[in-house]
Nanobody, 126 residues
Framework: QVQLVESGGGLVQPGGSLRLSCAAS????????VGWFRQAPGKEREFVGA?????????HYADSLKGRFTISRDNAKNTVYLQMDRLNPEDTARYYC??????????????????WGQGTQVTVSS
């Protein structure tokens, strides 16, 4: 069993940055793929990015977010981070981290993940 807790959300002005954290419990966390998703009001949850351990320790991002969002991982701390730069109002959403054994074809889909956090709200506004 893995429990995930996100933190680091808040209100930020357009053009600003935030770093979200996803702290996990559970000894097996380091073996899981960890993904970040977000859900804006009235919209479906969408893939943000993921770090996949199997298949070469790779990072994957939504095409629209490449270059602005960066995932990093500290297995010693059982924590995964999402660095978000040059934020704009369209990035306003609740951000979730998730963990599982997502295969490559499932990486961008919710079904690839078994465990989910409660999310942290990010609001980009002046």
């Amino acid at each position: 069993q893995v429990q995930l807790v996100e933190s680091g959300g808040g209100l930020v002005q357009p053009g600003g940055s935030l770093r979200l954290s996803c702290a996990a419990s559970g000894r097996t966390f380091s073996q899981y793929t960890v993904g970040w998703f977000r859900q804006a009001p009235g919209k479906e949850r969408e893939f943000v990015g993921a770090h996949r351990r199997s298949g070469g320790n790779t990072y994957h991002y939504a095409d629209s977010l490449k270059g602005r969002f960066t995932i990093s991982r500290d297995n010693a701390k059982n924590t995964v981070y999402l660095q978000m730069d040059r934020l704009n109002p369209e990035d306003t959403a609740r951000y979730y981290c998730a963990a599982g054994q997502a295969i490559l074809s499932e990486l961008r889909q919710e079904r690839g993940y078994w465990y989910w956090g409660q999310g942290t709200q990010v609001t980009v506004s002046s």
